[in-house]
């Protein structure tokens, strides 16, 4: 993983500026997403971030879409029909367009794509993510403070470390303000499935979970915690309308400003192949409106906890922490590389689940 | 008034005509429903239709793709079809597909990195015997329990998947991507890789196996004794009982054609278009080509046409949601409208429509409709 963080480095420094395209055509952009722009979260995001570009360039873009591709040769053929078409820029906003990125902008080199959540990069092919896990550790700490049975339910998709970053964020945020806190994960194999996370959330509940974590896409999870009376957290858009007695926040993925800056760029000529991964300082991560159905003083302590981390004098991940096996990962001080966090495939001490490898 | 009137004999002219019929109602309907998106209806059909086929920016990638996405619907398509001629209805071919797959790429990958010119060969072979091994679940408990086999192969699909998705998140997961839940790339191994024929194609060796396999099953369909019992079944199950068909072994041998031939298709999906498994490998193929095979009319040559024609829509429909802005769920009830006026156009070959006076709106088959029945 530290090998490829130097590459990317590497490549950055040798970035190929993509020339502009000609100046009286609008310059296409296109985005391509893998599940309907009306999910209230992953895809609703970024299709806000569309609509901001649309809205910020006017006339001067010529933006499209195309929503449901499945991930793999469908999305492969997509992207090449919109090269084909003319567009200049290309967003492909899931991890499994990694592949297919790579293959139809080795065959395009004068059309530019942005790759989020992947790791492989090109000249023109630069990616992006967020680092949710600050967020998490923002309703980590509040899940901490508010349950009351020490049971926190947590709802996981892929044990991939995006995920297994996520969990580990939230449990040690949670334990620092709760010694006795436990933490129930379930993985349900799905990025955006209701009627399965709808499952798992009651599943949760019947082992005592009176807190629910989620990083799957929809908003079921809030409906079964608004039914049963107990407290969730919304994902990738603010989900407040969902719950509005269960709901305390949301982590919200803002990715308008970047596409915003990234279309400049191509506009400009300035635009290189780059790595980007930003959390609350830059926005990228939002934690949203906090309830005011917790405590006032939870409140207080949960957005300390939250510009803490945005100023950069907190880092989520913070020795002493040891592995789940009980050997030391950090020292005393000492706060994680990116390199860690990017191939972390391990639980923290504490947590008394184990990991499906 | 309109009145619909038994015919005597199924109508051999509007078996053929039907699926135009549909799809002129789909392209009619269409364009009404993109009328009513706000999008120019011409424009949209044309862009749907035409541009896959004609646009001369597109066409060197357009019409090799439709190839490449036809060619998995055809093989299973006419898997299919020995079935539904008989009777026997599978609806379960996308877990055969699936099973296919995950068999043959698992073989591959424990061979990695081994490289030798039988691998793929060897994985081929795999699918099939992985395919024919999941469509024997429904046979034999439909042979041995007299269970519904539609019910069985259609609750085997999301069985599979589940297979899929512990395999791809366990035993096959690559060991080089990060815990990500997808299999290794079969386009690293070149013994592994159902590599493009033609560079800048796409065309690998499965689509030029699924031109074979359309004159094959037209031979067996018409010419072989196989054939003759699959039809024979058809018309009913008694008298080809009494014919000494063995309609056990149609039974199994039909929902084995079937595993046969949507597990090799699954193993060239993968190894070459998909290029790995992951929990997104299935897009629905095997559901698909259900439509493709009554589409074309369970008739080799005919699901030859239906299975590009399906492509086109899928292909035309990507090229529509970026073009025009067209929702994702627009394209799939366009392409529903298809099986919808197909199923409607069908009445047609045992139906002719009167005018006629006020009666009853159906007119049954038996002895009253003497009248309808005979003036041809």
Same mark, same amino acid.
């Given at each position: ?64 879409? %195309? ?18 078409? &003319? ?41 992006? @993510? %967020? ?41 040690? %945020? ?44 929809? $908003? ?15 994902? %990738? ?5 969902? &719950? ?8 919200? @993925? ?21 790595? $980007? ?44 922490? @040891? ?21 972390? @495939? ?12 | ?66 190839? #490449? ?45 081994? /490289? ?32 519904? /086999? ?8 999301? #069985? ?21 839940? /997808? ?12 590599? /493009? ?22 031979? #067996? ?121 197909? #199923? ?33």
């Amino acid at each position: 993983m530290r090998g490829i963080r130097l590459l990317a480095a590497a490549t950055i420094l040798l970035g190929a500026v993509v020339g502009p395209a000609s100046s009286d055509d609008p310059l296409k952009v296109g985005f391509i997403y893998v599940g309907p722009t009306g999910d209230h979260g992953w895809n609703y995001q970024h299709d806000q971030g569309r609509m901001l570009v649309e809205e910020t360039f006017g006339d001067a873009v010529d933006v499209s879409y %195309a929503e449901s591709v499945p991930e793999g040769a469908d999305s492969e053929r997509l992207m090449t029909q919109m090269a084909l078409s &003319g567009y200049d820029l290309i967003f492909t906003t899931s991890f499994g367009y990694m592949d297919p990125t790579i293959n139809v902008a080795s065959k395009f080199p004068d059309v530019v794509f942005e790759h989020s959540t992947g790791y492989k990069r090109a000249d023109n092919v630069a990616i992006y @993510n %967020a680092r949710f896990y600050e967020g998490r550790a923002v309703t980590g700490h509040i899940a901490g403070h508010v349950t009351k049975s020490n049971v926190v339910g947590y709802i996981a998709t892929y044990p991939i470390p995006e995920v297994v970053r996520g969990i580990n964020a939230a449990f040690l %945020a949670a334990r620092k303000v709760n010694p006795d806190v436990e933490f129930k994960i379930i993985w349900v194999y799905t990025w955006f499935n209701p009627p399965i996370e709808a499952d798992a959330a009651n599943a949760l509940i019947e082992q005592g979970a009176d807190v629910i974590l989620q990083h799957v896409d929809s $908003t079921a999870a809030l409906l079964v915690a608004e039914e049963h009376g107990i407290w969730a957290f919304g994902q %990738a858009s603010d989900m407040s309308e969902f &719950g509005p007695n269960s709901h305390i926040t949301s982590i919200v @993925n803002n990715w308008a400003p970047y596409y915003v800056e990234r279309v400049r760029a191509v506009m400009d000529g300035t635009w290189q192949s780059t790595d $980007t991964w930003e959390g609350l300082s830059t926005g990228m991560v939002e934690v949203s409106e906090i309830s005011d159905k917790i405590p006032a003083e939870v409140k207080a302590s949960a957005l300390a906890v939250r510009d803490a981390i945005a100023d950069g004098s907190l880092h989520p991940f913070t020795g002493p922490i @040891n592995r789940q096996d009980g050997t030391m990962w950090l020292a005393a001080g000492e706060t994680a590389s990116d390199g860690d966090l990017l191939g972390q @495939n391990f639980y923290v001490e504490g947590i008394d689940e184990e990991l499906p490898q | 008034m309109l009145r619909l009137e038994a015919r005597a004999q199924p109508s051999a002219l509007m078996q053929t005509a039907a699926p135009l019929l549909a799809l002129a109602a789909t392209v009619v309907g269409g364009g009404i429903l993109f009328l009513i998106l706000g999008k120019n209806p011409f424009v949209s059909i044309r862009i749907i239709f035409w541009d896959p086929l004609f646009d001369a920016s597109l066409v060197s990638y357009t019409r090799p793709q439709l190839l #490449v996405k036809a060619a998995p619907l055809i093989m299973i398509a006419l898997g299919l079809s020995f079935g539904f001629r008989a009777g026997i209805w599978n609806i379960g071919a996308e877990g055969q597909f699936v099973m296919g797959a995950l068999a043959g790429s698992a073989v591959g990958l424990a061979l990695h990195p081994l /490289e030798a010119f039988w691998i793929l060969p060897l994985m081929v072979l795999c699918g099939i015997a992985g395919g024919i091994a999941w469509a024997m679940i429904p046979a034999l408990l439909r042979v041995y329990f007299r269970t519904n /086999e539609i019910l069985v192969s259609l609750m085997l699909v999301y #069985v599979s998947y589940r297979i899929l998705t512990a395999l791809v998140t366990g035993p096959l997961r690559s060991p080089i991507g990060y815990n990500f839940p /997808e299999s290794r790339s079969f386009h690293d191994n070149p013994s592994m890789h159902n590599a /493009e024929l033609w560079s800048g194609t796409g065309i690998h060796i499965g689509i030029l196996v699924a031109g074979i396999l359309v004159v094959v099953c037209w031979y #067996v369909m018409r010419r072989h004794l196989f054939g003759y019992h699959v039809n024979l079944m058809g018309q009913s199950n008694k008298v080809a009982g009494f014919a000494g068909v063995r309609i056990n072994l149609v039974i199994i041998c039909c929902l084995g054609i079937t595993g046969a031939l949507a597990g090799a298709a699954g193993v060239f999906e993968v190894t070459g278009p998909a290029g790995k498994l992951s929990p997104h490998f299935p897009v629905g193929y095997g559901f698909t080509a259900i439509i493709v095979a009554f589409l074309g009319r369970l008739n080799p040559i005919g699901i030859l046409f239906a299975g590009l024609l399906m492509a086109l829509t899928y292909i035309g429909g990507e090229l529509a949601q970026f073009i025009l802005d067209a929702p994702a769920a627009a394209i799939q009830v366009f392409q529903g409208m298809l099986l919808f006026f197909l #199923v409607a156009a069908d009445l047609l070959v045992n139906y002719r429509v009167k005018l006629a006076v006020p009666g009853g709106l159906f007119k049954p088959r038996p002895a009253e409709s003497d009248a309808g029945g005979k003036s041809t």
